[in-house]
């Protein structure tokens, strides 16, 4: 059971906007440590997509945006296309786990 | 562009003991920007972080796994491996070996800039 909670699905149409939350608490996300997003295509490994919040590595559009607000983040993408139906997934540190942890994840799906 | 194999049995009875074992090419394990970490997937199922290790052989483990679990590293053959005892059918997955980045040092900024291609691995008998 993971520490920090994600929707489990989102949807839009091509083109539109949508955002994935990533909802913590004051030993994770509250506590100041950073968030970073991943990206899963279908049967593929993990990418990563964001890092400290709200940085892009090299490489990814900037359709994808993070941001971060008290003790929740969120992952947006604008001008959604076929190619980022995907599953997402959070991932910070936990000070009373003492450890890393992953969002529950959220499958993305292109109307 | 540094590579991470994992290798080991794609199939463990239940009560073993799963062993798995990374080897990082094109890169040096002994890396102090770097950890080195086992991450799992069970079919269907979101990511679980497992635990980490540092060149050095300081060693981080997901509390729920820990009495389990053991991460060690090997700089002279540039691998890291991964040992879950008394395994039972929870514990299939597609077992991840990853480089995490601490990107502001210290063990808690830490994100996973590189992946394995992953590793099935089933528990039955």
């Known amino acids: 059971q993971s520490v920090l909670t994600q929707p489990p699905s989102v949807s839009g149409a091509p083109g539109q906007r949508v955002t994935i939350s990533c909802t913590g608490s004051s030993s994770n996300i509250g506590a100041g440590y950073d968030v970073h997003w991943y990206q899963q295509l279908p049967g593929t490994v993990p990418k990563l997509l964001i890092y400290g919040n709200s940085n892009r590595p090299s490489g990814v559009p900037d359709r994808f945006s993070g941001s971060k607000s008290g003790t929740s983040v969120s992952l947006a993408i604008t001008g959604l296309q076929a190619e980022d139906e995907a599953d997402y997934y959070c991932?910070?540190?936990?000070?009373?786990?003492?450890?890393?942890?992953f969002g529950t994840g959220t499958k993305v799906t292109v109307l | 562009q540094l590579q991470l194999q994992e290798s080991g049995p794609g199939l463990v009875k239940p009560s073993e003991t799963l062993s798995l074992t990374c080897t990082v090419s094109d890169g040096s394990i002994s890396s102090s920007s770097h950890y080195w970490g086992w991450i799992r997937q069970p079919p269907g199922k979101g990511l679980e972080w497992i635990g980490s290790?540092?060149?050095?052989?300081?060693?981080y483990y997901n509390p729920s796994l820990k009495s389990r679990v053991t991460i060690s590293v090997d700089t002279s053959k540039n691998q890291f491996s991964l040992k879950v005892n008394s395994v039972t059918a929870a514990d299939t997955a597609v077992y991840f070996c990853?480089?995490?980045?601490?990107?502001?040092?210290?063990?808690?900024?830490?994100?996973?800039?590189?992946w394995g291609q992953g590793t099935l691995v089933t528990v039955s008998s």
């Open positions: 991932q910070s540190y936990d000070s009373t786990l003492s450890g890393y942890v």
């Open positions: 990853a480089r995490q980045f601490r990107w502001r040092g210290g063990s808690f900024y830490v994100y996973i800039d590189q």
């Open positions: 290790i540092y060149y050095v052989g300081n060693t």
